[in-house]
């Protein structure tokens, strides 16, 4: 069958967000030492992994994490319980949560703008999925592809993550395609990779640096791109 749309996920696919030397310059552990460069990318890594326990949390925190990317108020609550875990003071944890939850924060790959641009272009729809407690869509206004895009769905608006199918299927249906007529673009295979369990055709790309993955989303949509 024909594919007629593309959905992409957010986090690791069409944005990263990457390390700020700027957020750290004034962050020490609890003993007074600065953080180094494997702390910090350390601390992207547990604020962006698409699934998975990433620290030990305690009782109080486990529904907090289970929900996290259904309601505001429990992602940062967990989250700057990450960062505590993490090693970052009680006092400077919840500023650094405010940056990383900034979309103006979050780099996109270097093909992301094309990508969507020629799509649409092309008479193909688009869609976003992420599993996510704020507002992405920012980011797109920034980067000038919000056109570009015909539905966002948001786990903490629609009330569902992935990978349930309910979103896969929910974002087809406003997007008027089949299931078999939508390729899933995403960086994780459990999360993401769901979507083929309801007919979509599913395409990974590695969530590595921006600058590292020139071409990635090209790649993914591949015969798409006239």
């Known amino acids: 069958m024909t594919l007629r749309a593309v959905i992409f996920d957010f986090s690791g696919t069409l944005f990263r967000l990457e ?7 004034d962050l020490t552990d609890s003993d007074g030492t600065p953080f180094d460069l494997s702390a910090q990318a350390e ?10 326990r ?11 994490w289970e929900k996290r990317d259904l309601d505001p108020e429990l992602h940062r609550k967990v989250y700057v319980e990450v960062l505590r875990s993490s090693g970052v003071p009680d006092r400077q944890a919840h500023g650094l949560y405010a940056r990383l939850i900034d979309p103006d924060q979050w780099t996109p790959y270097p093909d992301a703008a094309e990508v969507l641009r020629r799509l649409s272009e092309q ?38 993550i992935k990978p349930d199918p309910k979103i896969f299927l929910r974002a087809c249906e406003r997007l008027g395609v089949a299931p078999e007529e939508a390729l899933m673009v995403g960086d994780s295979e459990e999360a993401d990779g ?15 640096p ?10 993914a949509v591949g015969d798409l791109l006239r």
């Open 19 to 25: 390390e700020n030397p700027s957020w750290y310059s």
């Open 43 to 52: 601390i992207m890594r547990r604020m962006t992994a698409p699934t998975g």
């Open 54 to 64: 990433i620290v030990e949390l305690g009782d109080e925190f486990l529904d907090a």
């Open 123 to 160: 008479g193909v729809k688009v869609g976003v999925i992420s599993n996510i407690a704020f507002d992405i869509r920012p980011a797109f206004d920034r980067l000038g592809v919000s056109r570009h895009v015909d539905e966002f769905l948001l786990s903490y608006l629609e009330e569902v």
């Open 194 to 208: 769901g979507a083929a369990g309801v007919g979509c055709e599913v395409a990974i790309v590695d969530p590595a």
């Open 210 to 219: 921006t600058s590292e993955r020139p071409t990635g989303l090209i790649d």
